[in-house]
């Protein structure tokens, strides 16, 4: 029966908790994420970043997942990623001094019930503001989390008065760690390990060491967030599992056999008797020296790990691979994969129109990119159902993305990537259904079909050139705005000139009846093709503004 209670405070406290992390992580989404992904640029940021945010959502796991997605979709570099979840694990040492405050300094019975009660009013009566109803479900959250509490320290108070502790007393230090250690890896938080520490400590199941002991497993158990989080998906995932890990790892030897044996001198240095305050603070301490040691050798450290997994980290993975709910890492896969597709699309263009690229004079950056885009030897054919293949995965992807909680801007970002898919593909689509046209027009000898063929050429090139400068390289919005009306006065007048110029050819009988209608059609699909692109490009820049 006391096994069953303690499940049932374990639960309502672990419901809490969850009630609480998602509250808080809905009001602080948006400027989370944006801090996140905008000011971890140094390893002091980066560290500080992780600890603040992770005690403020008082979540480990979830900043850790965010990570990982950040990292997936290139919003955040390898270095500054690690720096985060470092940083990580001692902000969730704050749980601990909340719990320890909270939990067994007041009378949770006068707390929780009132604290509930105001949770749920605050649900009922604002249901129609996000803000207020976030607000009560933090509160509900935390009067649950104070109630399960109450009941857990009532069962393990039972267990203490009348239950047998020796067995629980001669188990080895190391017995301790590994009993931390699964429990954060089974119930996935660092958290509830703590709080079963405090608990049979107060109650005085367990000594301060033995104590100290599960906490020090707990910081290596909750790595199994990131592990778990890291087995599909970019390299990149895996190595910051593995800096994770490895990091925990040192941690958790140095905490056992440098600190744990010298426990009673590191509380008299620090002036601390009440044995929860010095649990909590021995917690926040071995993780506060882990950092001290690791930050100064975050760039060698992250080197290392960089060379670990190797392999390509965004370019041509799938897009399944970055998870939806993280709107702003998801968005930012769309980003990458609609630049990949708009520069696969330019590519098959130019090999549809039997253009080389040292024909277009480009710059470096615009070279790289149109080389990257058909950087494997494929056929025409195949390259194409790669692109429809391209866009079909991220209209799947796009949908899945709709059915989380996204911003006005980020749905109205979402339908402008998709806009530019459709018009660079439709672009694709257009050339391709008159290859054989425009192959049997490169290859006529009829000195009028040459003439059309050179025109097509020299307008074409001078319009493929500009348009592949202006994805590989950014401009300022007046630049943009004026190349994109260039370009399309540019498409309209080559294909207004060379359609009266094919008029002109039909009255005078020069050209036959079949192949005027063919190279009206070609010209009217080339100017259809351009017409197309520069809509996607208009779309594009919009975006990336």
Known sequence: MLIVDLLIGLSIFLFGMMQLERSVESLSSRWMKQWLANTTGHRLSSV??????????QSSSMVSLVVLAFASAGIMPLFNAIGVLLGANLGTTFTGWLVTMLGFKLDLQVVALPTIGLGGLLQVFGERREKTRAAGAALFGLGLMLFGLGLIKEVVGGVAEYGDLHLMLGIN???YVVIGALLAAVIQSSSASMLVALTALSSGIIDLPSAAAIVIGADLGTTSTTVLGSLKGFPIKRQLALAHVLFNVVVVVVAFFALLPFLPLLLRALHLTDPLYSLVAFHSLFNLLGLFVFVPFLSQYAHWIGLRFLGNNHRGQALADVPTDVPEAALSACRAHTQNLLASSLAINLRNLHFDLAQLHLSQSATQLLKDARAEPRSFQQRYEAIKHSEGELL????????????????????????????????????????ANLLALRHSVTPELEHFSAQYQADLQKFYQQLVELLATEHN???????LEQLSWLNEQSHTRLHQELLKHDVNHRIEAEQLSTLLNINREIWHSGQSLLQAWRQWHRIVE
Not at 477 to 483: D, R, T
């Open 48 to 57: 500080f970043a992780g600890t603040t945010i992770t005690a403020l959502v």
């Open 173 to 175: 230090p190391l017995g």
């Open 396 to 435: 799947h992807y796009a949908a899945q993305l709709q059915q989380q909680p996204l911003s006005e801007l980020q749905s109205r970002e979402l339908m402008q990537l998709l806009s530019c898919v459709r018009d660079a593909v439709f672009s694709a689509k257009g050339l391709k259904d008159i290859r």
């Open 477 to 483: 919005e007046a630049y943009l705005g004026e190349q």
